[in-house]
């Protein structure tokens, strides 16, 4: 059986992450495959394959017997994760810190610019994945396997919750310039700014996700 090429797949799911991001699909809306493969011009099963990968990333949820459906927000999960993922973020750059080279640095910097490249073009989709890179790098500077290993892992989901802040042009700009600022204290080895920067981007995204959810259940 001839498999799915690469490039298809994930243009499949750029294409579904830009329908649910910009509020197309809504929260709870069910995802029925072979309208969404007719409205994409592909088939059933690139659909499917995609599903499943927004399932992973905890954008969708698919329920035995039921179907896919655009994954709810939920307060009371989001300050769990948010209060779970912020110690563990803060601990791994503290010891990534003074291990990160010139070649990391190089890296990061090369991320930032696609970031703002990808902002400029309103590349939703790739806007995450730059995100997701930049924290990578930093996170595999790391000495100890399991703090950059869990964090990698938690990429996946914190996409669930990145999600409202990309419906925004200046929240993307808000998160660059967060970035940006964890970059220069990394580069200068400012522990006491970088962790600082890194404490305040958690208080500030979880109090925007704990709104956008206010205001679309008033909707």
């Known amino acids: 059986m001839a498999t799915q090429p690469v490039v298809e797949r994930g243009a499949v799911t750029a294409r579904l992450y ?32 995609a599903l499943r990968h927004l399932a992973m990333e905890g954008l969708v949820e698919q329920t035995p017997h039921k179907g896919s459906f655009v994954a709810r927000a939920d ?6 994760f948010f209060d ?22 190089g890296r990061m910097r090369k991320e930032l610019t696609n970031l703002e490249v990808a902002l400029n073009e309103h590349r ?24 950059a290993d869990a964090m990698q892992d938690l990429e996946f989901r914190t996409k669930r919750y990145r999600t409202s802040i990309m419906r925004s042009g200046s929240r993307i700009g808000d998160t660059l310039s967060y970035l940006h600022r ?18 305040e981007r958690y208080e500030e995204a979880l109090l925007t996700y704990l709104e956008d959810l206010r205001v679309s259940v008033l909707s």
Request: one cysteine or more; charged letters at 25%; a neutral charge.
């Open 75 to 80: 307060a009371t999960e989001a300050r769990y």
């Open 182 to 199: 964890l970059f220069a204290a990394v580069s200068n080895r400012d522990e006491e700014v970088a962790l600082r920067v890194i404490r």
């Open 18 to 49: 830009e329908l649910i991001i910009r509020a197309q699909i809504l929260p709870g809306e069910k995802l029925n495959e072979a309208a969404l493969a007719e409205q994409l011009s592909t088939s059933r099963t690139s659909v499917r394959n």
């Open 84 to 105: 779970f993922r912020s110690p563990l973020h803060i601990e791994c750059v503290r010891l990534a810190l003074p291990l990160v080279t010139t070649e990391r640095l």
């Open 124 to 147: 939703l989709f790739d806007c995450l994945g730059h995100i997701a890179e930049f924290n990578n790098v930093l996170y595999y500077a790391c000495p100890n396997p399991f703090y």
